[in-house]
């Protein structure tokens, strides 16, 4: 059974995978990045208290190479781990310019970085179900405008960054009317 991850839980999943990485690999030839996406980024900004699963994008190392580690560890912890290759994140390809904070945390393997919260909430709106409008939430009262959202889900539409163009329209015009 899956439990929810909080912050701490998602830093012991994190140097799991690294453990697991080195038992393959002595030294890293290339260090790689994983950014956390989704819930995994707002538990790790202290937006939410836990998530149901972890979410990353990955630059820097092709991803069948890393989804073997990320296996391994869920067949031990029963961690549900997605990762996507940058600059995914589920059906959603995200803007070229955008950001990401690093995170304090050090492996020997890969740097953890963290969405900004517009495009975090923008790939939120391509799905936008009851878990997404909360975290969405979550991240407007944080400090992020609705208009800075908006903006950025426009340009992301215009450079064909969803891959269903018309339910994300009908997602921004519902999250349009219950947000503002």
């Given at each position: 059974?899956?439990?929810?991850?909080?912050?701490?839980?998602?830093?012991?999943?994190?140097e799991l995978l690294d453990e697991e990485i080195s038992k393959d690999i002595e030294q890293p030839s290339l260090k790689f990045i994983l950014i956390a996406v989704g819930g995994t980024s707002l538990t790790?900004?202290?937006i939410k208290p836990s998530t149901k699963d972890l979410d990353f994008t990955v630059d820097g190392i092709e991803i069948e190479?890393?989804?073997k580690y990320v296996r391994r560890i869920?067949?031990?912890?029963?961690?549900?781990?997605?990762v996507w290759q940058s600059p995914y994140i589920f059906?959603?390809?995200?803007?070229?310019d955008?950001?990401?904070d690093l995170y304090k945390r050090k492996f020997w393997h890969f740097d953890v970085r963290i969405i900004n919260l517009v495009d975090n909430a923008v790939a939120k709106l391509s799905?936008?179900?009851?878990?997404?409008?909360?975290?969405?939430?979550?991240?407007?009262?944080?400090g992020i405008s609705i208009n800075d959202i908006a903006k950025r889900f426009k340009d992301t539409l215009e450079s064909n960054g969803f891959a269903n163009k018309e339910e994300a329209k009908r997602n921004f015009e519902v999250f349009l009317r219950i947000m503002k």
């Open positions: 059974m899956m439990q929810k991850l909080n912050k701490g839980e998602i830093n012991k999943i994190l790790l900004r202290d190479k890393l989804k869920y067949e031990k912890n029963e961690c549900k781990i997605d059906s959603t390809a995200l803007l070229k955008f950001s990401s799905r936008f179900n009851e878990a997404d409008r909360e975290d969405i939430e979550g991240i407007i009262k944080s």
